[in-house]
């Protein structure tokens, strides 16, 4: 057999096996709740290529592309157990499992790893919980997509009812109209299921979900039990009220927490997933996820802060351009976001910095920030400069936030890339808040400047579905634990 026909007939070996593993992957969500990842990479839903280069991932860990042949067993273990809603990671069930030499098979060792989500120790299945969305702009429909793939076996997050604005009417197509947008995007592509409209009941059915559309002008006309919504997370990403007076109007019969698309003000907490969300108080109703820019980078600052300390640091945003500009010249309440969005580049204000202090209140070194909006649609970068308390390295440096995206609480906000070649438009459609570029990476002495990519419209939704989970009491534990 030659080199080809033996490299050919490894690939098909491995689709083969990748085909095997997505029926019983598909079987735990659906009837367990369980979400199986890989290094931090959930593998539901997903397609034979897409399972396959997600094992490629692997090579960043142990150099070393991560074969499913290795990865099939633990899954099967998975299978044949007790389990509990949870999360489990089969790359780091394989990763361990080599490093283990006490000789146990498989089968023993997985059932070991995962011992806290099976049998008298596993938490029991949720009710559910209903979300509305107030708005349907570009966050709100990537959310709900997010939404509608995660809705599993029902026992989740359920996307029960959007509200738009025409309370006082509403054109005949605009159910018609509301649907393509979620079906087809033009940066983020086709929704993945089938959306039908039932224009006799004002619904959206997507993947089998029943989405009431909602014709509202004022948040306080709106009676969510008349459509048998209760207990609802209502998910607010107008921005039009982002302090607590304003964001109470939502706190309706059926509504009974609130959470805003972006920075609120006043003593509105600012959660960013991974490193203030554990404070949150359990009566809590109004909270604020923050802006896309300070997701991005508040999660490296920790990493930063934890290890090395930070006097001080400036944050200098090349931000997409947003709904907000103009498309042409044309009158704006801000001077420059008044000029056409595709054909310049526009220096403008961001409140990130300052929203450190809230989602970090014990850093005590000063952050200062800018920004300029660029003429592409999405992905944006940040470039943090960072005076550290201690001198160090580069490679230090790139070996810490590498192991920090690979093994610690924050591997779901963190990714780390060494590509050479990567631009932008690479980074459509990640799941991390922030994506730390190795190669772009300078340290000299006690200076540090890391430069961050982050898809500011679909890492950020990601990072809003975490919040709602974790306010929900659906963000399930994650197998094997992460190193604290």
């Not at 042949?69 to 809603?85: H, I, K, R, S, V």
């Not at 709106?222 to 207990?231: E, F, L, P, Q, R």
């Not at 990640?430 to 982050?454: C, F, M, P, Q």
């Amino acid at each position: 057999m030659t080199v080809n026909e033996d490299s050919f007939t490894n690939w098909n070996t491995r689709e083969e096996i990748a085909e095997s593993m997505i029926p019983i992957i598909g079987k735990l969500h659906r009837e367990r709740d369980v979400n199986v990842l890989l290094h931090s990479r959930s593998l539901v839903n997903k397609s034979v290529v897409s399972i396959l280069k997600t094992h490629r991932f692997a090579r960043q860990i142990a150099g070393d592309e991560l074969s499913v042949t290795e990865t099939l067993p633990f899954l099967q273990a998975l299978a044949t157990l007790d389990l509990g809603p949870s999360q489990i990671d089969i790359g780091m069930l394989a990763a361990t499992y080599k490093s283990d030499d006490r000789g146990l098979s498989v089968e023993e060792f997985t059932a070991e790893a995962v011992a806290g989500a099976t049998g008298a120790n596993k938490i029991e299945r949720s009710e559910g919980r209903d979300v509305v969305l107030y708005g349907f702009g570009r966050i709100g429909r990537l959310v709900a997509r997010l939404l509608i793939e995660k809705a599993g076996s029902g026992n989740g997050l359920r996307l029960r009812a959007i509200v738009v604005r025409g309370g006082g009417g509403r054109a005949a197509d605009d159910l018609v109209k509301r649907a393509s947008l979620l079906r087809r995007d033009s940066i983020h592509g086709q929704f993945q299921g089938t959306i039908t409209v039932d224009e006799a009941n004002g619904t959206i059915v997507a993947n089998g979900n029943v989405i009431k559309v909602i014709y509202a002008d004022d948040p306080t006309s709106v009676d969510y039990t008349a459509h048998g919504i209760k207990n609802a997370i209502l998910i607010d990403n107008t921005g039009k009220w982002r302090d607590r007076e304003g964001l109470s109007k939502h706190l309706r019969p059926g509504i009974d927490k609130v959470v805003l698309t972006a920075p609120g003000k006043g003593d509105v907490p600012n959660i960013v997933h991974g490193v203030n969300h554990d404070m949150l108080k359990p009566d809590e109703q109004i909270l604020s996820c923050a802006s896309c820019t300070t997701n991005a980078i508040v999660p490296p600052l920790k990493a930063m802060e934890d290890e090395y300390g930070v006097e001080r640091g400036h944050v200098e945003t090349v931000h997409s351009f947003t709904n907000d500009q103009n498309l042409l010249d044309n009158h704006h309440s801000s001077d420059r976001r008044g000029r056409s969005a595709p054909l310049n580049m526009v220096i403008t204000e961001t409140g990130a910095a300052s929203a450190v202090a809230k989602a970090l209140p014990d850093l005590k070194a000063k952050i200062t920030g800018s920004s300029i909006r660029v003429p592409v649609p999405n992905v944006s970068i940040a470039i943090l400069n960072l005076q550290l308390a201690r001198e160090t390295t580069r490679e230090e440096v790139l070996d810490h936030l590498r192991d920090v995206s690979l093994t610690s609480p924050l591997k779901r906000q963190i990714d780390f890339i060494s590509a050479p070649d990567a631009v932008s438009s690479d980074f459509i459609g990640s799941r991390h808040s922030s994506i730390i570029d190795a190669g772009a990476t300078k340290v000299e002495g006690d200076n540090a400047i890391l430069y961050l990519w982050y898809d500011n419209e679909f890492g950020y939704s990601c990072q809003v579905i975490r919040v709602v989970q974790h306010v929900s009491g659906v963000e399930y534990p994650t197998y094997p634990a992460p190193v604290v």
